[in-house]
């Protein structure tokens, strides 16, 4: 199973925890407290004794799903008052002997495998899925905590024959000699692969996970704590994730030896993330920090740097930055170092303070909080306007996480500025989903400069969930065949209500040229911008009847769809 789609599994998993656990109303209060046992015990025999599992199979699985016990309880009838406590057990055993159980939900839990998806919803019984108690049982018996089987569902354990499974763990431990269990179980866990697959002799993934482990000396390698090795596992795939090539971590990780056994993986990540905004090619990133590991010491967000005279200080043509600036001056002012890719990504100079930092050695100060120290100076007018502007948004009565917005706005490239305080207030949402609709934008493909600049003129863009801004995107290049690089033309076409106004209008000027009346394309800016009198007086233009023609049949969404409901009922006639 690929890596996203593990993390799409626990996604779905940790949301499927998160949920209340059901109410017990069917139980009398006093029962309550002593139903959760008598149920772990009755589901537990009730697997052993009627479904004939294991008994460690079925003490594993009621061990480790409380909330399907809980959903169990609720399921029941209405339990009388006036039951005795000791009777409890022997009405749970009644009822399961005339309800047979769904196991699925339990056992997914259990393993902690998303009990959401389960991989036939007609099938309840763990029988029938024939190999998945026998992989179970040759993982358990290697010595995989039962817990974490879920890290290789379903892949591993639907789609690989037990036996092959053994074989594979054998091979993988003779591979990885002198090596504790728990690191092959720690490596399998991470990397799923290592069972969907036969070996070669010369994996580069194995070589890397050995040297790795060796690398980082004699204590680790000792160990048998499953979590130690995990934990160095998970930090390797951040590597591979970024883009970092298999094969090419082990050598580096006896000197960095912090970064997989110390380091949060928080910081792990930013770094990564940092650089890749840069621009650095994947095939490069893990060679280049694991090779420079004190850029992970320092936290940038509390680093502050001021553009474009940081810029200048690290010694970027001035030239150039000047004229970045005059074209982006929504990047002047203020920010935190940990935000400069995506400033330097929307004045497009990215690349440029790549090729100093890539250098290393000396030229890796640029990046230290004593360097930002040195540069301590900043453009009092840039700031005061921001003051200014600041405290007049936070006055009105009305504004709501403004804060939040300027962290966003930062986030993306913006610095303290007055173009800040003026976009502020037209953004009427949560942080969060201002940089989800922005990163959506990016992937259909919005250039980020242009992006940014489109936010400066019309903020408002960002106010619309994902869905409108997909319609909007999908009718400017499907329906009227426009690249999406035309928004750096016509940037408002995403502010304009698409059922009331851009497909009446476009509708109507399809219906002139499927008559002959209309002769040349118009452009969105031309059909869109003009107010409704004007492009009535443009209709006027074609023919002097067309304006009681739209405002009868096109101007508002209810004509609209008659004339589509029209025109599709013609088009099966003539079928």
């Known amino acids: 199973m690929s890596i996203r789609a593990a993390l799409h599994l626990r996604r779905l998993f940790s949301t499927d925890a998160a949920l209340t656990p059901p109410k017990l109303r069917n139980l009398p209060y006093r029962l309550r407290h002593a139903a959760v046992p008598a149920a772990r015990a009755a589901v537990s025999e009730y697997l052993h004794s009627t479904r004939c599992l294991p008994s460690s199979h079925a003490d594993s699985i009621v061990a480790h799903s409380p909330r399907s016990l809980l959903s169990f309880l609720a399921a029941l009838p209405a339990v009388p008052g006036s039951l005795p406590t000791a009777e409890l057990p022997s009405l749970l055993r009644r009822h399961l002997s005339f309800h047979p159980l769904n196991e699925l939900p339990f056992f997914l839990e259990s393993i902690g495998a998303p009990a959401a998806a389960p991989p036939r919803s007609d099938l309840m019984f763990l029988a029938d899925h024939p190999t998945l108690l026998d992989a179970v ?4 018996h290697f010595g995989f905590p039962w817990s974490r089987l879920g890290l290789l569902f379903p892949a591993v354990l639907l789609d690989v024959p037990p036996d092959l499974i053994s074989a594979r763990l054998t091979a993988l431990e ?19 692969s290592l069972l969907e697959r036969d070996l ?58 912090r970064v997989f056994l110390e380091l949060r993986e928080k910081r792990i990540a930013e770094r990564l993330w940092f650089f890749k ?3 650095m090619p994947g095939k490069e990133l893990g060679r280049f920090l694991l090779s420079n590991a004190k850029l ?53 100079l990215e690349h440029r303070f790549l090729e ?24 009092a007018e840039v700031e005061r306007a921001f003051l200014d502007g600041m405290a007049k948004v936070k006055a009105d009565k009305k504004a709501q ?22 976009v502020i207030p037209v953004l009427h949402s949560t942080k969060d989903f201002l940089q989800e609709r922005f990163d959506y934008l990016l992937e259909r493909g919005v250039e980020y400069t242009m992006l940014c600049r489109i936010l400066t003129v019309f903020p408002k863009v960002l106010n619309q969930g994902k869905d409108m801004l997909n319609e909007k995107l999908n009718y400017l290049t499907e329906e009227l065949g426009y690249s999406i690089e035309y928004l750096d033309c016509f940037p408002a076409f995403l502010c304009f209500d698409l059922e009331n106004r851009v497909k009446p209008r476009y509708t109507m000027l399809r219906w002139l040229r499927e008559h002959g009346l209309l002769r040349k394309q118009l452009a969105p800016a031309t059909v869109l911008a003009n107010s409704e009198k004007r492009f009535i007086t443009t209709l006027h233009l074609v023919h002097p ?22 025109i599709y009922h013609q088009h099966s006639d003539n079928k």
């Open 401 to 422: 996480h403004v804060d939040s917005k300027l962290e966003f706005l930062k986030s993306i490239g913006y610095g303290e500025n007055e173009i800040a305080t003026k």
């Open 277 to 279: 905004d840069l621009g």
């Open 174 to 192: 003779a591979r990885l000699h002198r090596l504790p269990r728990a690191a092959i179980i720690a490596a399998c866990l991470t990397f799923p």
């Open 200 to 257: 070669s002799d010369c994996d580069p993934l194995v070589k890397d996970l050995g040297a790795t482990f060796r690398g980082l000396g004699p204590d680790l390698g000792a160990s048998n704590d499953i979590d130690a090795f995990s934990g160095v596992c998970r930090r390797m795939r951040m590597f591979y994730d970024a883009g970092a090539e298999i094969g090419s971590i082990g050598g580096l990780a006896g000197s960095s030896w």
């Open 545 to 566: 009847a067309v304006p009681k023609l739209w405002l009868e049949s096109f101007s508002s969404r209810m004509h609209m769809e008659c004339y589509l409901k029209n």
């Open 296 to 348: 992970f010491d320092h936290d940038f967000s509390d680093v502050v740097i001021s553009v474009p005279e940081y810029l200048l200080r690290v010694g970027l043509v001035e030239d150039e930055v000047n004229a970045a600036i005059e074209k982006h001056p929504y990047v002047v002012g203020k920010n935190q170092l940990e935000n400069l890719p995506r400033v330097l990504r929307a004045m497009k």
């Open 356 to 379: 100093k930092i890539s250098v290393g050695g000396e030229n890796l100060r640029y990046l230290s909080p004593y360097f930002a120290l040195e540069v301590d100076s900043y453009d």
């Open 137 to 140: 049982a040759a993982l358990a």
